[in-house]
């Protein structure tokens, strides 16, 4: 099993910056990419940004060049590293992790108003 667990939303103003977490654990050494979603109202959930095990990183085209999304091995972490942000990115923001099963944290809200 693995859990995880985010980290890091709030309140922002446009054009600020936002940090989030999710903090893995259990058997995280089969977790083979990670990544981040999120969900406004009324919307579906869409994949904002993954990292594999490898490194291999891709982002949603809205997000490109905005986000950054890193991982720490050694804290067993995956940062979601957020700039510029905008009232679209308002949302609650999932952490995935992918074994042979896809883990979900219980999300983190992200609030981008003036």
């Known amino acids: 099993q693995v859990q995880l667990v985010e980290s890091g939303g709030g309140l922002v103003q446009p054009g600020e910056s936002l940090t989030l977490s999710c903090l893995a654990s259990?058997?995280?050494?089969?977790?083979?990419?990670t990544a981040w979603y999120r969900q406004a109202p009324g919307k579906q959930r869409e994949l904002v940004a993954r990292?594999?095990?490898?490194?291999?990183?891709n982002y949603a085209d809205s997000v490109q060049g905005r986000f950054t999304i890193s991982r720490d091995t050694a804290k067993n972490t995956v940062t979601l590293q957020m700039n510029s942000l905008k009232p679209e990115d308002t949302a609650v923001y999932y952490c995935q992790a992918t074994t042979t099963i896809d883990w979900w944290g219980q999300g983190t809200q992200v609030t981008v108003s003036s």
């Open positions: 990292i594999t095990s490898g490194g291999m990183v």
């Open positions: 259990g058997t995280i050494e089969k977790i083979y990419a």
